[in-house]
């Protein structure tokens, strides 16, 4: 079943892996950007993952792939509710052989099993083996708890820049080196679902497949395209947000169908904590069950008022009524090509910034593109949104219009590291 209007919280590494794993918006876990090597705070020990939720519920967890929570001791996947890990502590750029970076700007990018480092560095040669690692991990995992109930998170590193691919797939398509990379895992896809077909689980497994964020456009022949939709990576418009999605249990979802239901990754985690029976957390999260709209039952809506998209340093830049239809973009600064095109292999066109001077509001029913603003035409939709944007602020702030949220926490710290709220400057 594919779900076209699915949504991540952050168009950004660290903040959209955040959301997707604690069921809350990046920013009330203190998560913020992309965090990299020099980072001492990631996920805090008090937050509750998707992991943890599937261990209270007697499942083996495991993961491989990119983490991007956190690389120090306190922050790993092994101590946050999974059995088992393997993969790298955050993105693949940020490594020493990054085109675009001076030198010493990075350190060597290590491997990481199970909550220690298992090779110091990544080489480019080692790169062309990530997706075939992560893909043998997922599926020994799966023939290692094949009689017990298993939870796993496999977090591809590629499709981001820089990109490489195994020898095995490496020159076989029209579409150069992305075309290449998309290709491999799609046969890490297809690895995934033989196993599970091999052991007589696919009825019993629900299988989601979908990316932290959108394209980045600026890599040109390296990145996807996100049209129709608006902008990429790094927006909180349409092509920023909105991303694949295609969901699979044979049986309980209906094959072949299409969702257009606005959906975010924030409702994952109540909505599969009701399918096992799990309790959700005693703190406040922002998903909500949706597990009516993903199984198509008649009459079924989406619970929430409305969405909050924020972004940079808790930015709130657009929110979203909860049947999906009304978008109102806030005034902030956002990063556009201009109809300019992208990079060539592997090096980046420059973005500009430009600014949204006042609010605009799209029916994304009608105009999904985000061409048109017609809040002249529709005063009362502003004023409900403008509305819910003031109970977003006071729940959780917003930099924009200095406002500071009762329900945001901090995130886990080691020592060294100072409160963000003196670090306005993170990225």
Not at 190 to 212: A, C, N, P, Q, Y
């Amino acid at each position: 079943m594919r779900f076209t209007n699915f949504h991540v919280a952050q168009a950004v590494c660290s903040a959209s892996r955040a959301a997707l794993l604690t069921g809350c918006y990046s920013n009330r876990v203190g998560i913020h950007g992309a965090l990299g090597p020099n980072s001492n705070h990631g996920i805090h020990a008090a937050e509750t993952t998707l992991a943890e939720i599937f261990k209270s519920r007697g499942y083996a967890t495991g993961m491989a792939g990119k983490w991007h929570l956190g690389h120090r001791e306190p922050f790993l996947p092994n101590r946050h509710g999974f059995d088992e890990s393997f993969g790298l502590p955050y993105s693949n750029d940020m490594w020493p052989h990054h085109p675009e970076a001076k030198p010493g700007t990075y350190p060597k990018l290590p491997l990481y099993e199970n909550g220690r480092v298992i090779d110091n560095e990544i080489t480019p040669e080692k790169q062309t083996q990530l997706t075939t690692w992560y893909t043998e991990r997922a599926v020994r995992f799966i023939e290692k708890n094949k009689d017990r109930p298993f939870f796993f998170y496999l977090a591809h590193s590629m499709p981001h820049v820089p990109l490489f691919v195994s020898d095995k797939f490496k020159g076989k398509t029209a579409r150069g080196l992305f075309g290449d990379v998309i290709s491999e895992i799609d046969w890490s896809v297809g690895e995934v679902m033989r196993t599970l077909e091999k052991h007589g689980l696919e009825r019993d497994t629900l299988i989601i497949f979908t990316s932290d964020n959108g394209p980045w456009l600026s890599y040109g022949d390296h990145a996807g395209s996100a049209l129709p939709h608006r902008e990429g990576k790094g927006t909180a418009w349409e092509g920023g947000t909105r991303v694949p999605c295609v969901m699979r249990w044979p049986g309980k979802l209906p094959a072949g169908a299409a969702s257009d239901d606005y959906v975010m990754t924030i409702d994952l985690l109540p909505t599969l904590a009701g399918r096992i029976g799990a309790a959700l957390p005693t703190h406040p999260i922002d998903g909500l069950d949706v597990w009516p709209l993903l199984s198509r039952q008649p009459g079924a809506r989406n619970p929430h008022e409305g969405y909050g998209n924020w972004y940079a340093q808790n930015e709130l830049q657009a929110v979203v009524s909860g049947d999906g239809e009304w978008k109102l973009v806030l005034p902030h600064r956002y990063r556009t090509l201009g109809g300019k095109p992208g990079g060539k292999e592997g090096i980046p066109a420059k973005y500009e910034q430009v600014s949204l001077a006042a609010p605009a509001l799209y029916n994304l029913r009608t105009d999904r593109s985000e061409t048109t603003d017609v809040a002249a035409a529709h005063p009362a939709v502003v004023a409900r949104l403008q509305a819910f944007a003031e109970k977003c602020r006071a729940d959780l702030g917003d930099s924009l219009t200095k406002r500071t949220g009762a329900g945001s926490r901090e995130p886990g710290r080691v020592e060294g590291e100072a409160s963000p709220k003196k670090k306005q400057k993170r990225t």
